[in-house]
């Protein structure tokens, strides 16, 4: 699985950077480190509705803090 998280202007003032950490972190906890190749994005186009990550080719938008652990069951724990 692929994983980018948009590191744009408009995402990294939303917190890209958390969203970085704590998707390392939920990788490392899950020991998903041989399935799961994490990058770094530049914009991808859904500014407005950022942070933007995208998992192999879907784009999910609104990743947040509060929101990580659910969109992480949602979207990587069940799809991996
Ligand atoms: S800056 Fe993240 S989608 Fe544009």
């Not at 906890?29 to 994005?41: C, F």
């Not at 999910?60 to 992480?72: A, D, H, K, L, M």
């Amino acid at each position: 699985m692929n994983i980018y998280i948009c590191v744009g202007s408009s995402c990294h003032i939303k917190g890209s950077y958390d969203i970085i950490q704590l998707m390392k972190e939920a990788i490392a906890e899950h020991q998903l480190e041989d399935k799961i190749t994490l990058s770094a994005a530049f914009c991808l186009g859904r500014c407005t509705d950022g942070v933007s990550v995208k998992i192999n080719d879907d784009i999910v938008c609104g990743v947040s803090r509060e929101s990580f652990p659910e969109f992480f069951k949602i979207n990587v724990l069940t799809r991996i």
